[in-house]
Structures are given as structure tokens and as C-alpha cells.
């Protein structure tokens, strides 16, 4: 499915992510007090790696952009989604860019360092994400910077999480994938 660009099966694999990630979002998230933001701890993230991993980058990225875009334009953070769209064409471009360097190759050891990857650099996205969302309302450069990073034990839960997940859900989810492909 990772060559497959344009075809109604890459569309619909595309569009079957974006809603589980959108529902991964929505349904299992706990909100956590910050300084800046109202962040939560979620599953989107490891979700949308996932969608990377199986679909491609391209396809990866758009299902994410869907799923958690979609979620934060029809739950009060329309203002910042640009900034969510942004964030996972970073992690897009890292994770795909990491799989293309293991050639394709899904041992577990490569999805274990791809999903550790990935959720170190959510902690750097969104710690960038935060600094602009918190100049955004006027906050002094400086302040943006502590405030920020007071911020992070959410995204920290979340990269976690990210790098438990993904090898597991990785694995479980990968020979149902490749039976549908056959099948098609």
C-alpha cells in the first residue's frame, strides 16, 4: 500500500486512518492542566504513525492532517490546526524519511527506533507548537519559552505512549493489512 498514491484502495485505507484517528482522539483522552494549551493525553499520535508506517508519507501525513485536524477544528482549537497540520508533516517526513533509510525493512527493532523517533519528535514539534500558540495571545518571547516548556508532561505521556504503541499495534495490525492486500 506504501507505493499505491492514487488508487481507490490507498484512498480508502487513507480515509479509514483519518477516522480512527479522529475516533483514537476523541473517545481516549484525559485532559492535563498547562500553563499554555489545553493539552490532553491521547492516542492520536501513535495512530497517526501507524498511518505513516502502512500507508506512506504521503498518505500517512493526509490521514493524520484529516484525523487530528478534524478534531481540533471541531473542538475549539480551529485557531492553532494549521499548527497540528505542520506538526504532522514534520513527523511524516522524519518517520518516512527513517523507514526509507531501513529500506522498508519492519523488524521489530527498526519499529521500536522509528516509534521512539517519533515520539521525540512530537516532544520537539510541540514544544515549538506551544512557543507560537503562546505568542499567538501576546506572550513575551521569554515567557513563551518557560511556559512551554512548563507545559510538556502531556506531550511526554503522549511520546511515550508513541513509542509503546506503534511496535505493538505495528505488529498486530500488520498481517491483517497484508491478508487485505492480497485479497484486493
Known amino acids: 500500500m506504501r507505493q499505491e498514491k492514487n488508487t481507490l484502495r490507498a484512498i480508502i485505507f487513507t480515509g479509514l486512518f483519518a477516522?480512527?484517528?479522529f475516533i483514537g482522539i476523541s473517545l481516549?483522552?484525559?485532559?492535563i492542566p498547562a500553563l499554555v494549551g489545553r493539552p490532553?493525553?491521547?492516542f492520536g499520535n501513535s495512530l497517526t504513525v501507524l498511518a505513516i508506517l502502512f500507508l506512506g508519507g504521503r498518505n500517512g501525513a493526509l490521514a493524520g492532517i484529516i484525523g487530528l485536524g478534524g478534531f481540533d477544528l471541531l473542538n475549539?482549537?480551529?485557531?492553532?490546526?494549521w499548527l497540528t497540520a505542520l506538526?504532522?508533516?514534520v513527523i511524516a517526513l522524519v518517520v518516512n524519511t527513517g523507514f526509507n533509510l531501513f529500506q522498508r525493512d519492519d523488524r521489530a527493532s527498526h519499529i521500536v527506533i522509528l516509534g521512539i523517533v517519533?515520539?521525540?519528535m512530537k516532544i520537539v514539534t510541540t514544544y515549538a507548537v506551544s512557543i507560537v500558540e503562546a505568542l499567538m495571545v501576546g506572550t513575551s518571547f521569554k515567557v513563551a519559552l518557560i511556559n512551554s516548556?512548563?507545559?510538556?508532561?502531556?506531550?511526554?505521556?503522549?511520546?511515550i505512549s508513541t513509542a509503546i504503541l506503534v511496535p505493538i499495534l505495528?505488529?498486530?495490525l500488520r498481517g491483517s493489512l497484508q491478508t487485505v492486500r492480497r485479497r484486493a
Open 19 to 21: 477516522a480512527i484517528i
Open 28 to 31: 481516549l483522552r484525559i485532559p
Open 40 to 42: 490532553f493525553i491521547h
Open 76 to 81: 475549539g482549537y480551529a485557531a492553532t490546526s
Open 87 to 89: 506538526e504532522v508533516i
Open 118 to 120: 517519533a515520539g521525540l
Open 149 to 159: 516548556f512548563l507545559s510538556l508532561p502531556a506531550t511526554v505521556i503522549n511520546s
Open 170 to 172: 505495528y505488529f498486530a
